[in-house]
């Protein structure tokens, strides 16, 4: 009988079948309008934070508007010319007629040094001496801190708070797209023939992965508009600072994010109708936000950092800062990466268990321990 | 030849399939017919490896089915469904490429498929915009795209106005003529009567009857036969060990307690004038399943 038997093509590997499956998550990710807007109003919304915090902290699009400053002889070579934008006048009384006409926002002159002026440097502005001005030519110790590079207060708590939303946001929306998805397969009941045609896991894998793949190119798009943001509004220092930490975040986030994608999915196949989609996936749902109220508001406290940055879902968050500010050892990172790992490994089968326990379970919602047994 | 063999399988502490043994041979569709809840949804998702047996095994051509085997099996499941918001064709093609065929393949067999299942023009549509009906070619469609060793159908029919009967049944049949394997399963027993060479029938879990529609037919005919004379017939109502069952002139339907009593009969109608039909009344479809899962 063997005769009648079609040519057999060549065995498709687990992987081309996985990457066939994400390709189609991605694909039609792409042709969503719903989606493609939500992507674009979270970049907007970073692009425009970093604006802000620009100006917030005073430098603005300084490198555009030089201060003009009247310089009367030697005491122009003393002035950046990044910063201000010198003329030089003849004699301290033009200086002062610069001023007073409105064609300088000030003026330096330099007299003899007195007991009250031991410079003799004088600053003559209208109403108010530009903060520059006066910062550049006040003279300040030398300031030698001990404790890494200090950098405590509000800073801390932008820097925690911006990993954790960044995480909780992604999580959250590519966590409900994966759920739905789940869910439209079997709502839709095209899951049995999936079932028939591929591996329960190849199907998991294949979801997991587009959709992960996309919440990385979210991110990814994120990460380039802050550091662009960040160079282009002259906030070179706090970007510098920044590199280490982002890297690691961008290597717990991809393990961290496909833990939870397995586990949205594997709740989610508990489910078969959109409309339950919400009270499947709250459980994971909350774990997302133990790390972005975590380091929201235990940032100051050690202990409580320390413990955040190993437990899985929340290490994404916490271990990028506290590297951020030195407060981790060079091992530690390398730890709870491996801690993340095994926990990915654990859960992806865990999830692969139910999802295959649950699939051809149509109804209502299904027990999870019913779904584990199979 | 696809074969199952001694198939069991409980559900919690339902046994569902008791020993389900049959096979389908290639070239030849084979009817699954049996009543709701009488486990034919069951069998066939076993057979394709969605649910797993307690026990028992399925053969393709007489070794166990591998994962690869059941990659290339043709599966149409009860319950319908495709990407609503994916187009056609696109749709097709993802299929037959799950099911391992290279991008061009796939291409070329979903235009191919599509129209000849008279869907050509809506490869670009939605499955959502599609009628009814016309979603149940498209489904048909994913079930053949990747030219299947076997083809396993449930309730292929259901929701198809006749016309669509014929196209569906038509690309069927070509695939029965090119040696594959066909089982569908069906409620119409009037359709499966129609078209299949071989009738399994079950009830539940278990088979009752199998073989080919001509042999079931003349397995249950019993001893019933028609005659047809120009005699009035009221007579053979007086003829011991036999049961008239209709009678209008020359017409009599009747049972015979043996096969000699039917001859007997026959003999006093020539006796009484011109006899134009003397049959054995073969038992319809619908007759012998009734007879069988009772």
Redesign the interface.
């Known amino acids: 009988m063997s005769t009648t038997r079609p040519v057999t093509p060549a065995a498709p590997s687990v992987l081309s079948t996985t990457w066939l499956v994400a390709e189609r998550e991605m694909t039609q990710r792409l042709r969503s309008k719903a989606f493609l807007f939500s992507s674009a109003s979270l970049i907007v919304l970073v692009l425009v934070g970093v604006l802000l915090s620009g100006f917030a902290a005073g430098g603005g699009f300084s490198g555009d508007e030089k201060t003009r400053v009247a310089a009367a002889g030697p005491v122009a070579a003393i002035l950046d010319a990044k910063t201000f934008e010198v003329e030089n006048v003849a004699s301290n009384e033009d200086a002062r007629a610069l001023v007073r006409e409105g064609k300088v926002d000030a003026a330096v002159i330099a007299e003899q040094p007195t007991q009250k002026n031991p410079t003799g440097v004088t600053v003559i502005a209208q109403e108010k001496a530009p903060d520059a001005l006066t910062s550049a030519l006040t003279l300040r110790p030398q300031v030698e801190l001990l404790g890494g590079d200090g950098v405590t207060g509000p800073l801390r708590f932008f820097m925690a708070l911006a990993f954790g939303l960044i995480f909780m946001m992604s999580a959250v929306t590519f966590g409900s797209v994966i759920a739905q998805s789940v869910v439209e397969e079997k709502s839709t009941r095209i899951v049995e023939i999936l079932m028939s045609t591929i591996s329960v896991r190849v199907l998991l894998a294949g979801k997991v992965l587009g959709n992960s793949l996309l919440a990385f190119a979210q991110v990814a798009a994120i990460a380039a508009v802050a550091i662009v943001g960040l160079s282009a509004t002259g906030q070179d220092a706090l970007l510098a600072g920044v590199g280490a930490p982002i890297i690691w975040f961008v290597v717990f986030f991809i393990f961290g994010f496909v833990l939870l994608a397995a586990l949205f999915a594997g709740l989610a196949s508990l489910v078969s109708r959109q409309e339950d989609v919400g009270s499947a996936i709250t459980p994971v749902t909350m774990l997302v936000m133990i790390p972005y109220f975590g380091v929201a508001f235990f940032n100051d406290n050690p202990v409580v950092m320390t413990v955040l940055s190993y437990v899985p879902f929340s290490a994404p968050v916490g271990m990028p800062v506290r590297l951020f500010f030195g407060d981790a050892q060079w091992w530690e990172p390398l730890v709870a990466l491996a801690i993340l790992l095994v926990s990915v490994i654990l859960v992806i089968l865990l999830a692969a268990r139910i999802y295959r326990g649950s699939l051809l379970h149509t109804g209502g919602k299904l027990k999870l321990s019913e779904a584990l047994r199979g | ?1 696809l074969e199952i063999r001694g198939i069991n399988k409980s559900f919690a502490t339902r046994q569902v399939l008791t020993n389900m043994s049959f096979t389908i041979e ?2 030849r569709m084979t009817g699954f017919v049996g009543g709701n809840g009488a486990g034919k949804t069951t069998t066939m ?1 076993i057979l ?4 797993e047996a307690d026990s028992g095994e399925v053969l393709l ?2 070794s166990p089915l591998s ?2 085997d ?4 043709g ?3 009860e ?8 187009k056609v064709a696109e749709q097709i093609t ?2 037959a ?6 991008a061009e ?1 796939a291409k070329r067999n979903t235009e191919r498929l599509l129209d000849q299942l008279g869907l050509g023009e809506r490869g670009g549509d939605t499955i959502e915009s599609l009628s009814l009906g016309n979603q149940q070619r498209a489904q048909i469609a ?2 053949l795209v990747h ?1 299947p ?1 076997a083809l396993v159908l449930d309730e292929p029919f259901s929701g198809l106005d006749p016309l669509a009967v014929d196209v569906v049944l038509a690309v069927l049949k070509e695939r029965a003529n090119a ?2 394997p066909v089982l569908f399963s069906s409620h119409q027993l009037d359709i499966v009567e129609r078209l299949c060479d071989d009738i399994v029938i079950i009830s539940g879990g278990q088979v009752r009857a199998v073989g080919s529609a001509q042999s079931l037919r003349d397995a249950h005919r019993g001893n019933r036969f028609s005659l047809e004379g120009e005699a009035d017939g009221g007579w053979v109502r007086e003829v011991p060990g036999i049961s008239v069952l209709s009678f209008d002139g020359g017409h009599v339907e009747f049972d015979a307690d043996t096969a000699e009593r039917a001859q007997l009969v026959l003999r006093g109608a020539l006796d009484r004038g011109p006899v134009h039909a003397f049959t054995p009344v073969r038992p319809s479809l619908a007759q012998i399943y009734r007879e069988v899962v009772q």
């Open positions: 030849m290639p070239g998702r394709l490896g969605v649910l051509d007489g994962e690869q059941r990659r290339r099996i599966y149409m499941p319950e319908r469904g495709l990407y609503p918001k994916m993802y299929f490429r799950l099911h391992g065929l290279g393949t994913a079930a030219d060793l040696g594959v």
